[in-house]
């Protein structure tokens, strides 16, 4: 089975720090996409990468930036984490085309 | 502005009974559409898809209907047991299969 790991679970930052949140699949997936989860607003794309070192906007970038320097390994950074980026973040990745897409378990992320 | 609606944020059914959630969509180049399901603290798992070149697809105790000429699919649960309990998100793809556009999710609440 392919697997997506989300390092954290939970995690409590406070407003202006700089956050990693980090991904990593198992199974040689080309492609990786970052979204966040809101009550109301569902899923909602963030960034996504197709390759090493490519990344695209979704369409809720403001605020994010991302890194992909190895295939298995897609990092959701926030800048300057700020109340409104309280958010279950869900990575994702897929062989190819939309048939695939296999979700980490998430983390919750809470800015104070 | 959502491209993907599920206008009913919760459900309730009896256990044996059928669950019908909705979706609708206004992108008119969607052409792939799939159905989520999600526990909490865990990430969403593929259930089923339909193409547009259908208008049901089916598997087991889960049916899903497309009407194109109304922009809008349901999934059938029949019977609905409490396990189908979670969040159902609809999403859907254009024919460029690179990435999805999800709904704001329905709640299912099976009562035994």
């Known amino acids: 089975d392919v697997k997506v790991t989300q390092s954290s679970r939970y995690l409590v930052k406070r407003t202006g720090e700089k956050v990693f949140l980090e991904c990593v699949q198992d199974?040689?997936?080309?492609?990786m996409f970052w979204y966040r989860q809101d009550p109301g607003l569902g899923l909602r794309l963030i960034y996504f990468s197709y390759d090493v070192k490519m990344k695209e906007k979704g369409d809720i970038p403001e605020g994010y930036s991302v890194s992909r320097e190895k295939k298995e390994r897609f990092s959701l950074i926030l800048e300057s984490a700020s109340t409104n980026q309280t958010s279950m973040y869900l990575c994702?990745?897929?062989?190819?085309?939309?048939?695939?897409?296999?979700f980490g378990s998430g983390t919750r992320l809470t800015v104070v | 502005d959502q491209q993907v609606k599920q206008n009913s944020p919760s459900l309730s059914v009896q256990e044996g009974r059928i669950s019908i959630l909705n979706c609708d969509y206004t992108n008119s180049m969607f052409d792939y559409f799939l159905w989520y399901k999600k526990y909490p603290a865990e990430g969403p798992t593929f259930l089923i898809s339909i193409s547009s070149i259908k208008d049901k697809n089916e598997d087991g105790r889960f049916t899903v209907f497309l009407n194109k000429s109304a922009k809008h699919l349901s999934l059938h649960i029949v019977p609905s047991q409490p396990g189908d309990s979670a969040v159902y998100f609809c999403?859907?793809?254009?024919?460029?299969?690179?990435?999805?556009?999800f709904g704001s999710g329905t709640q299912l609440t099976v009562l035994p």
């Open positions: 994702a990745s897929s062989f190819g085309g939309v048939r695939g897409y296999t």
């Open positions: 199974m040689d997936h080309e492609n």
């Open positions: 999403a859907a793809s254009d024919r460029s299969a690179r990435q999805l556009t």
